[in-house]
């Protein structure tokens, strides 16, 4: 994958599996956010291939697009809207049936107080919070995390540890992006280094 | 799920825009703006308006749809919204056209309206109303639908006005000339119902392949 001039990583095969984490690790600009787009297929590698259960699938297909949940570096919330509604419009988006439970999610990530409030009035922490909320319930067999302990405090950052554990539990492929050094359990944790996989 | 994700996207687009007044009433106030510059400037005179009226009309709403086209995709851009919508399972263009109306209801139906406003402004004949009302009807769902192309392609451009202006207008010609063409005839007791045919012609073909090509440039954009 180029961007610009500079090769990002070439010759990188990465397998995500169910019930299993991967931390993708490197310095900045490495391209870290590039290979989880891609993994969504939000980007179309240069070159290279992406498989679902062995099935070779394209960029936009439908099959990938119901199998992930994705967290970008952005919250991607609406600040004109409620904090429930915000949920719910994501929600509306998902293939999950039933819909899941807003309150329940919101009591889950500690902002029930909040739910009357607009999306303008949460510190960026809370925001931060709401996003991760959306996967809770959306029925993606993977998810894909851009950077999810951004501007968490500790107890955030404990909760969504949590939250991760519980996924792997049900059978969740997940994949992250992160500074800190281990935020899961190291038994069901692979680690991808991408400044190795880096080459001129 | 399909049925869910585009009622979830017109009511949410339907919020936005009441939540957010300035991009609801901004296009309205130009609207009337421009309209009202022209007696000023022409001719205060009933016969010499009463010929412009048409143009004058349908230019307003060319341009005051022009300005309210970038807030389609570009706030969804900016906060990563969009990436919600191209990684729901549902089909972006189903999605698109779910924005499409909503901004067509927010922006083409207020100009429509008004017109009846303006049309007594600039002394446009009465027996002209019905029909300049039915080319609005039938002409400013097609400027949304061609714009949101345009935005779809020019959305990752920094400060890509201009140039959405400049992609956008020049397919903005046939719907213009068509419909002032009509409230002109109709004016001056023409039949009008060829450029009717015409306006929904287009409309039919800009419903039918404008959320596909805005899908598409989407996809090629967000990359």
């Known amino acids: 994958m180029w961007r610009g001039e500079r090769c990002l990583f070439r010759d990188l095969a990465l397998q995500v599996h169910a019930a299993r984490a991967l931390h993708v690790r490197g310095p900045n600009g490495c391209g870290k956010t590039t290979l989880l787009r891609i993994l969504c297929g939000l980007l179309t590698p240069d070159d290279g291939q992406l498989l679902v259960d062995g099935e070779h699938v394209r960029g936009a297909d439908p099959r990938l697009r119901s199998l992930v949940g ?16 915000n949920l719910r419009f994501a929600a509306a988006l998902t293939a999950a049936a039933p819909l899941p439970d807003t309150g329940a999610t919101l009591a889950r990530m500690g902002l029930s107080e909040l739910a009357g409030l607009q999306t ?7 925001r931060r919070r709401l996003a991760i909320g959306r996967l809770i319930g959306g029925g993606h067999r993977v998810w894909v995390l851009d950077e999810p302990f951004t501007a968490l405090d500790s ?36 680690v991808l280094d991408l400044s190795a996989a880096a080459a001129s | ?19 957010g007044h300035s991009e609801l009433v901004l296009p309205l106030l130009f609207y009337l703006l421009v309209v009202t510059l022209v007696p000023l400037a022409v001719s205060p005179d009933a016969a010499t308006l009463a ?11 060319l341009l005051a749809t022009l300005l309210s086209l970038e807030r389609l995709f570009r706030s969804d851009f900016d906060d990563g919204s969009l990436d919600l919508l191209l990684l729901s399972p549902a089909p972006l263009p189903v999605l698109v056209l779910a924005k499409v109306l909503a901004h067509w209801l927010t922006t ?16 446009l004949p009465e027996r002209a109303l019905a029909t300049l009302l039915a080319t609005l009807a039938l002409g400013t769902p097609v400027l949304s639908f ?29 719907v213009l000339i068509f419909g002032a063409n009509a409230v002109s005839a109709a004016a001056d007791g023409l039949p009008v119902a060829g450029q009717l045919y015409m306006l929904g012609a287009f409309l039919a073909l800009a419903a039918s392949l404008a959320p596909l090509a805005a899908a598409g440039a989407l996809r090629i954009t967000a990359t």
Do not use: N
Not at chain 1, 120 to 126: I, P, T
Not at chain 1, 165 to 175: C, N, P, R, S, T
Not at chain 2, 4 to 16: C, H, I, P, Q, Y
């Open chain 2, 51 to 61: 010929g412009l009226a048409p143009g004058i009309i349908w230019v307003g709403a």
């Open chain 1, 120 to 126: 303008r009035h949460l510190s960026a922490g809370q």
């Open chain 2, 108 to 123: 083409g139906l207020p100009l429509l309206l008004v017109a009846p406003l303006l049309a007594l402004f600039l002394a």
């Open chain 2, 146 to 174: 061609i714009g949101a192309v345009g935005v779809g392609l020019t959305v990752s451009v920094r400060r890509g006005g201009g140039l959405l202006a400049l992609l956008v207008l020049p397919l903005y010609v046939p």
């Open chain 1, 155 to 190: 107890a955030g950052g404990e909760l969504l540890s949590e939250l991760l554990e519980q996924a792997l539990d049900a059978g969740v492929g997940v994949v992250f992006t992160s500074h800190l050094s281990s935020p899961l359990r190291a038994a069901r944790l692979d």
């Open chain 2, 1 to 19: 799920m399909i049925a869910r994700a585009f009622l979830g996207v017109l009511r949410r687009d339907l919020l936005l825009a009441v939540r």
């Open chain 1, 70 to 85: 994705y967290l970008g570096h952005a919250d991607a919330l609406k600040l004109e809207l409620g904090v429930a509604e």
